[in-house]
């Protein structure tokens, strides 16, 4: 079993940067994907960013040149480094990850807010 647990986010003006967090730990295979996605209310989940074990890197359109996702395999972390936000960026944003055989895992979720 694998426990993801995430921080990071909070309320943010318009323009400002947070950086989230994800950190995996228990029974830990070696990870292949490890993703960002995000749900506001009334929408579905949808990616924000993936990276794979093999250097490969997914951003959703309205995040390019603005999110950063960032992976230390040592410590089993993804990060999400995000600026110049925008009040559309609010959501709660979820952490995934997907080990070789399949399994994959949920964080908790946390809160980005965007509001002046």
């Known amino acids: 079993q694998v426990q993801l647990v995430e921080s990071g986010g909070g309320l943010v003006q318009p323009g400002g940067s947070l950086r989230l967090s994800c950190a995996a730990s228990?029974?830990?295979?070696?990870?292949?994907?490890m993703a960002w996605y995000r749900q506001a209310p009334g929408k579905e989940r949808e990616l924000v960013a993936r990276?794979?074990?093999?250097?490969?890197?997914t951003y959703e359109d309205s995040v390019k040149g603005r999110f950063t996702i960032a992976r230390d395999n040592a410590k089993n972390t993804v990060y999400l480094q995000m600026t110049n936000l925008k009040p559309e960026d609010t959501a709660v944003y979820y952490c995934?990850?997907?080990?070789?055989?399949?399994?994959?895992?949920w964080g908790q979720g946390t809160q980005v807010t965007v509001s002046s």
């Open positions: 995934y990850t997907e080990s070789y055989s399949f399994q994959y895992y």
């Open positions: 228990g029974t830990i295979s070696r990870l292949n994907i």
């Open positions: 990276a794979t074990s093999g250097g490969s890197i």
